[in-house]
């Protein structure tokens, strides 16, 4: 599974919370806590009984999930969960599992308990765009911007609703308000959508990088076509006709759904219940529903998006493929593709900072799986939960038999061009926010036997994946399924890569040098240093003169130098601390980026000209000391500080720190 490769709390926010990307391998939410989480295993490849008349046999896949589920929720410190299987046309299975109220010790009740599923919200927000496509009333291969009041921007051609559903509009990932604790800080959708129009980063089309705020406008357009109210459009085209009755969207939930929403939290030994999340970008992820709703989605969409959609649409959703690399899976529309052992898979995953959720289709067997987990538990067992129940569920009802290709001749040539350090497309850019992705880019490293491993990707068990080169530039797990794949450009670079999993909605992208965080990351930490030595060694060097009654020696610009340097220094460190201090109290509880603090950020950009001011200190104390009597340390530190400053001004700039406003 993923693991937290950002090790920075903001890594933290985007990977793993808010209407992430994916689904089983979701990073913990805490970055303070990284121990691993043991979880239920079966004999590898293990083929359960089928039942007489039908996939699955339900006594078997009872009595599995009776042994997996309480005890992995046990041990990753989780309140409460819903699992729901469907096959041949009906809830198979539905199965609440802890509790729904820890104080009150209430059962999670899977037809009246209520979860927030996350970013699954988004296939309903999909499916109401097809149904508007259905009707002729949505182009999928238009300009966006002809359904809107107002302008999105693209680098290159206009951004389409395709391209929405593909998660390949371009832009940079927007966060600002997307998960709140303050119904009274909710606005309008479209002021939502007018007030957080994310940078335009890639040419549209072109790069997988998910976008909450894509789907947001989709839920925008979906609201203008339609002449509805968003809420009113679902209740009234897709909730009624599903017989969904504890289904919303709505934020505050209706009256009559309020007493049924399971709590919230960060783990269940704490037994402190969280307030209801408020989903500013709303068609991405504001969903809640019950376990047995969920299984009457999954139903129509096994049967062809019977009630929702007309079949030939239905078909078009699930099989227009946007494949931007060989051999792995790619986007659908809206759906993405999470094929295993050979069988045809769509689904989605979705996570709030609390809730976190999966489901997958089975397209060729009419089977359904849902889980969602109220819970975000301890050393990233929500991910690790949900990874291993698709992997074993897969592997005991439609199992294969691993097939061994030998590795190619070429493994260590290629091998060694992939191996370096890469961005994620999903990732903010023009802002203070960018500093994290920057900081703790992933790394693709080769062992003596050429083998690949990336350095977020683990298993279950939490052990790095290795890779071996099975076709060109396919790189295929040692002992499983997973994959790796590379684009390579005609000066024979690569332009990207991605593991089976990330790859319909992210890619990892080549790092240039000067903005690369293994070179940023510990030339920052010394020039820091520097700073911080010369702060501390101006009062030093004036007690020890007060000690043994020493007079200050300086008199003139040498003088003035000597006391301006330890300021600059401390204006420095006092600027870039500032900053961090802004981002993880902003990362400590997420519901802090819903502008509270941007009274903070104003000032710190302000603030940007101290920095500045320091480097012209540092290089007029540089000129002073070279053109004066001053010993040759002096001399040699006063260059130490010009380049400490300069270090410090190309992270400054590279992480967005410089660039003014309140969007990010």
């Known amino acids: 599974m993923v693991k937290h490769w950002m090790q920075g709390a903001l890594g933290a926010l985007l990977a793993g919370f808010a209407l992430s990307t994916a689904s089983a391998q979701v990073p913990d939410l805490d970055p303070r806590d990284q121990e691993q989480v043991e979880l239920p295993a079966l004999p590898e490849q293990v083929a359960a009984p089928a039942a007489p008349s039908g996939v699955i046999d339900r006594a078997d896949l009872e009595s599995w999930l009776d042994g997996f589920m309480p005890y992995a929720l046990a041990q990753g410190d989780i309140a409460g969960a819903v699992v729901t299987v469907v096959a041949d046309g009906e809830?198979?299975?539905?199965?609440?599992?802890?509790?729904?109220?820890?104080?009150?010790?209430?059962?999670?009740?899977?037809?009246?308990?209520?979860?927030?599923?996350?970013?699954?919200?988004?296939?309903?927000?999909?499916?109401?765009?097809?149904?508007?496509?259905?009707?002729?009333?949505?182009?999928?291969?238009?300009?966006?911007?002809?359904?809107?009041?107002?302008?999105?921007?693209?680098?290159?051609?206009?951004v389409t609703m395709r391209h929405i559903l593909h998660h390949t509009p371009g832009w940079g990932e927007a966060v600002r308000g997307l998960i709140m604790d303050n119904e009274d800080r909710l606005v309008p959708l479209g002021q939502y959508l007018r007030e957080n129009v994310p940078p335009a980063m890639y040419p549209a089309g072109e790069v997988p990088a998910y976008s909450n705020y894509g789907t947001a406008l989709a839920g925008y357009v979906v609201e203008r076509v339609s002449g509805m109210a968003f809420d009113d459009y679902?209740?009234?085209?897709?909730?009624?006709?599903?017989?969904?009755?504890?289904?919303?969207?709505?934020?505050?939930?209706?009256?009559?759904?309020?007493?049924?929403?399971?709590?919230?939290?960060?783990?269940?030994?704490?037994?402190?219940?969280?307030?209801?999340?408020?989903?500013?970008?709303?068609?991405?992820?504001?969903?809640?529903?019950?376990?047995?709703?969920?299984?009457?989605?999954?139903?129509?969409?096994?049967?062809?998006?019977?009630?929702?959609?007309?079949?030939?649409?239905?078909?078009?959703?699930?099989?227009?493929?946007?494949?931007?690399?060989?051999?792995?899976?790619?986007?659908?529309?809206?759906?993405?593709?999470?094929?295993?052992?050979?069988?045809?898979?769509?689904?989605?995953?979705?996570?709030?900072?609390?809730?976190?959720?999966?489901?997958?289709?089975?397209?060729?067997?009419?089977?359904?799986?849902?889980?969602?987990?109220?819970?975000?538990?301890?050393?990233?067992?929500?991910?690790?939960?949900?990874?291993?129940?698709?992997?074993?569920?897969?592997?005991?009802?439609?199992?294969?038999?691993l097939e061994e290709l030998p590795t190619l001749e070429t493994a260590e040539e290629h091998g060694r061009m992939l191996v370096g350090q890469y961005l994620v497309s999903r990732r903010p850019t023009g802002n203070f926010l960018a500093s994290s992705w920057l900081l703790s880019p992933a790394s693709v490293t080769m062992n003596a036997d050429h083998e690949?491993?990336?350095?977020?990707?683990?298993?279950?068990?939490?052990?790095?994946?290795?890779?071996?080169?099975?076709?060109?530039?396919?790189?295929?797990?040692?002992?499983?399924?997973?994959?790796?794949?590379?684009?390579?450009?005609?000066?024979?670079?690569?332009?990207?890569?991605?593991?089976?999993?990330?790859?319909?909605?992210?890619v990892f992208m080549p790092v240039e040098w000067w903005r690369n965080g293994t070179l940023l990351t510990p030339l920052v930490g010394i020039a820091a240093a520097a700073l911080l030595l010369t702060f501390i060694f101006w009062p030093v060097r004036a007690i020890v003169r007060w000690r043994f009654g020493r007079r200050f020696a300086l008199s003139g610009r040498e003088a003035m130098a000597h006391r301006l340097v330890p300021l600059g220094a401390l204006a420095t460190l006092v600027h870039v601390g500032g900053w961090v201090w802004l981002i993880m109290h902003m990362m400590s509880d997420f519901t802090r980026l819903d502008g509270r603090l941007d009274g903070v950020m104003t000032l710190l950009q302000l603030l940007s000209v101290l920095p500045l001011a320091a480097l012209a200190i540092m290089a007029w104390n540089a000129f002073v000391v070279w053109t004066g009597a001053a010993s040759w340390f002096a001399k040699l530190w006063s260059l130490v500080l010009v380049v400490s400053m300069l270090v410090m001004l190309w992270f400054l700039t590279v992480g967005g720190f410089f660039n003014f406003g309140t969007s990010f």
């Open 91 to 158: 809830i198979l299975l539905s199965r609440g599992y802890g509790y729904a109220d820890v104080e009150t010790r209430a059962p999670v009740d899977p037809d009246a308990t209520l979860f927030r599923p996350g970013s699954v919200s988004k296939l309903i927000t999909w499916t109401a765009v097809m149904q508007l496509v259905d009707d002729g009333l949505v182009d999928l291969d238009a300009d966006i911007n002809t359904y809107l009041d107002f302008e999105v921007n693209a680098v290159d051609g206009p």
């Open 234 to 401: 679902l209740d009234q085209r897709i909730f009624a006709p599903l017989g969904m009755e504890r289904s919303t969207l709505r934020q505050p939930l209706p009256d009559h759904l309020e007493g049924l929403m399971s709590s919230g939290y960060l783990r269940a030994s704490d037994g402190d219940a969280r307030p209801f999340e408020i989903v500013s970008a709303a068609p991405a992820g504001s969903m809640s529903s019950t376990g047995n709703d969920m299984g009457r989605l999954m139903i129509a969409y096994l049967n062809n998006g019977e009630g929702l959609l007309s079949p030939e649409t239905a078909e078009l959703m699930y099989t227009s493929e946007d494949r931007k690399l060989p051999s792995l899976n790619s986007m659908v529309l809206g759906f993405y593709q999470q094929n295993r052992n050979g069988h045809r898979i769509i689904g989605h995953g979705g996570d709030t900072t609390l809730f976190h959720s999966n489901l997958h289709l089975y397209l060729d067997h009419g089977v359904g799986l849902y889980i969602s987990m109220n819970s975000t538990g301890r050393g990233g067992a929500t991910g690790r939960i949900r990874q291993a129940l698709f992997e074993q569920f897969t592997d005991r009802y439609f199992p294969v038999e």
């Open 452 to 506: 690949l491993s990336l350095s977020i990707l683990n298993d279950t068990a939490g052990a790095p994946m290795r890779f071996r080169e099975v076709e060109p530039f396919v790189w295929q797990q040692v002992g499983g399924v997973e994959r790796l794949s590379a684009r390579i450009g005609e000066d024979g670079n690569v332009e990207m890569f991605s593991a089976a999993f990330f790859s319909p909605f992210m």
